[in-house]
């Protein structure tokens, strides 16, 4: 028995987003297809089709940016039937469609992401994330596997690692969505340093497969939820130096659920972390 994380990020354009965040999505494998199929049905239910059908992907700044909040606050109320049937029109019309095609899609945009986040609670589906503010130092040199990664590999180890399902777990896979080439070759030549010459690492490639998967986000289910859940928290659970409340306080319905699904364990680092610094000791001035 294996689990699956899946790996996606955000902000990592350092433009808008309030912070960086680097989110795991763990899953075990024989659970993985009827989740995806569960998903499906949902989107079926919310917008009368797959809304990832074609080049559409599930992704946080689609379903859950600031204009749709707007959209839903129009005032039109429908029937469950009426909204999918509104919003199916929305999205096959695109451009053309009407004010209130746009309403209904947005409400069946916040309907289908609530009951995405209830569907990852039956799954039991766990979430791993590290969050790094803008101005977090970072490293000169790119030999070493930044923090939030290893922070994420080692939260995902003690989940495998916990000794009452142990046996039951085996080994865990890393997904990630493919970057561009140089920097995915990048990535797996810090993973190798970081399992091969480090202690920790050492330790941590019993049970976290050291060599990483590459996939499309586009067509990969997984990478897409892990997506949503990088957004967020990107943009609805940070709070920023000086000030009290998260970006999005709009989000918070969806943050509250999102925490739920966190890796907690006693006597183990939590599942969502803020890192200040991302430098490896030997870079920082003494």
């Given at each position: 028995?294996?689990?699956?994380?899946?790996?996606?990020?955000s902000g990592q354009d350092q433009q808008e987003s309030p912070c960086e965040v680097l989110a795991g999505i763990a899953l075990r494998d024989k659970t993985l297809w009827p989740f995806i199929k569960k998903?499906?049905?949902?989107?079926?239910?919310?917008?009368?089709?797959?809304?990832?059908?074609?080049?559409?992907?599930?992704?946080?700044?689609?379903?859950?940016?600031?204009?749709?909040?707007?959209?839903?606050?129009?005032?039109?109320?429908?029937?469950?039937?009426?909204?999918?049937?509104?919003?199916?029109?929305?999205?096959?019309?695109?451009?053309?469609?009407?004010?209130?095609?746009?309403?209904?899609?947005?409400?069946?945009?916040?309907?289908?992401?609530?009951?995405?986040?209830?569907?990852?609670?039956?799954?039991?589906?766990?979430?791993?994330?590290?969050?790094?503010?803008?101005?977090?130092?970072?490293?000169?040199?790119?030999?070493?596997?930044?923090?939030?990664?290893?922070?994420?590999?080692?939260?995902?180890?003690?989940?495998?690692?916990?000794?009452?399902?142990?046996?039951?777990?085996?080994?865990?896979?890393?997904?990630?969505?493919?970057?561009?080439?140089?920097?995915?070759?990048?990535?797996?030549?810090?993973?190798?340093?970081?399992?091969?010459?480090?202690?920790?690492?050492?330790?941590?490639?019993?049970?976290?497969?050291?060599?990483?998967?590459?996939?499309?986000?586009?067509?990969?289910?997984?990478?897409?939820?892990?997506?949503?859940?990088?957004?967020?928290?990107?943009?609805?659970?940070?709070?920023?130096?000086?000030?009290?409340?998260?970006?999005?306080?709009?989000?918070?319905?969806?943050?509250?659920?999102?925490?739920?699904?966190?890796?907690?364990?006693?006597?183990?680092p939590l599942g969502i972390t803020v890192i200040n610094d991302l430098r490896p000791t030997t870079e920082r001035i003494k």
């Amino acid at each position: 028995m294996a689990y699956f994380l899946f790996i996606d990020e955000s902000g990592q354009d350092q433009q808008e987003s309030p912070c960086e965040v680097l989110a795991g999505i763990a899953l075990r494998d024989k659970t993985l297809w009827p989740f995806i199929k569960k998903i499906h049905e949902i989107e079926h239910a919310c917008f009368g089709m797959r809304y990832s059908e074609g080049a559409r992907e599930l992704k946080g700044k689609k379903l859950l940016k600031t204009r749709v909040f707007k959209q839903i606050k129009i005032g039109e109320k429908f029937t469950e039937a009426q909204r999918c049937e509104l919003a199916q029109k929305a999205l096959q019309n695109g451009a053309g469609a009407t004010p209130q095609e746009y309403c209904a899609l947005a409400q069946s945009k916040i309907e289908f992401v609530r009951r995405l986040l209830a569907l990852c609670k039956d799954f039991k589906c766990v979430l791993f994330a590290c969050l790094v503010p803008k101005n977090a130092p970072r490293p000169e040199g790119r030999d070493f596997l930044r923090k939030d990664y290893s922070y994420l590999f080692e939260r995902f180890f003690y989940f495998l690692s916990e000794s009452e399902n142990r046996t039951s777990r085996g080994a865990g896979a890393i997904v990630f969505d493919e970057l561009e080439k140089s920097r995915s070759h990048i990535l797996i030549g810090q993973m190798d340093r970081y399992f091969k010459r480090t202690q920790k690492g050492r330790e941590r490639s019993e049970l976290v497969i050291p060599e990483p998967f590459f996939v499309h986000s586009d067509l990969s289910t997984g990478i897409q939820i892990a997506d949503i859940a990088a957004y967020l928290l990107s943009w609805g659970y940070y709070k920023a130096t000086g000030t009290n409340n998260p970006k999005r306080p709009e989000l918070a319905e969806f943050v509250t659920a999102a925490k739920k699904l966190a890796y907690k364990s006693p006597g183990k680092p939590l599942g969502i972390t803020v890192i200040n610094d991302l430098r490896p000791t030997t870079e920082r001035i003494k």
